[in-house]
């Protein structure tokens, strides 16, 4: 009778468990986002002007792979650009520091699956320790270890986040509701 009993309970507590859990995975009730259209042409008004200047830097570089993480980073930066990670420490910090990290698990490991995702968990937890969290800069990171770039990926990366900044205070500051950036550190 007892028996019966815990195993009642136990199975109760793990049905209320599941359930939970379950419920977890439906979200929650979206609002209607409003969306700025003139903003964001201003937006894709920066992001084209960047781009076409990083993509000359990197081209001319010959790493055009450097293109694609700096893109992402690009879309956050001026359409977000009052987000935290779109702030100069997260996206000078967070690149340099995954490119970084990047090179040397690929000296030492080689490319392959595994190198791949220590890259990855390794440097989501040294942007995190550092407080320069950048999701685009985890992209440069798994270009590094992917298309086995070499030391000499830094370069386009160091100056692209550097043109980004750059030209991201220029252009935003340009009009009277933006400002970038919010802060340095």
């Not at 084209?48 to 930066?77: K, N, V």
């Not at 750059?166 to 802060?183: A, D, E, G, T």
């Amino acid at each position: 009778m007892m028996e019966k009993k815990l195993e009642k309970n136990v199975s109760n507590g793990v049905s209320v468990g599941v359930n939970t859990y379950l419920r977890k995975m439906k979200g929650e009730g979206r609002g209607k986002i409003k969306i700025n259209y003139g903003d964001s042409i201003v937006s894709a008004t920066g992001v084209l002007i960047a781009i076409i200047i990083i993509s000359f830097m990197t081209l001319h570089l010959g790493y055009p792979m450097a293109i694609a993480p700096l893109g992402a980073s690009c879309i956050l930066i001026f359409e977000a650009h009052k987000g935290a990670w779109s702030q100069p420490r997260n996206v000078i910090g967070g690149h340099l520091l995954s490119t970084t990290s990047a090179l040397i698990i690929w000296s030492l490991l080689g490319k392959s699956l595994f190198s791949i995702g220590i890259v990855l968990a390794i440097v989501l937890i040294l942007m995190a320790l550092t407080n320069t969290l950048h999701p685009p800069a985890a992209a440069s990171a798994l270009v590094v270890v992917n298309n086995q770039t070499g030391w000499g990926f830094l370069v386009p990366i160091f100056l692209g986040v550097l043109l980004l900044i750059f030209i991201s205070i220029f252009y935003n500051n340009l009009f009277s509701k933006r400002q970038y950036p919010q802060h340095w550190l």
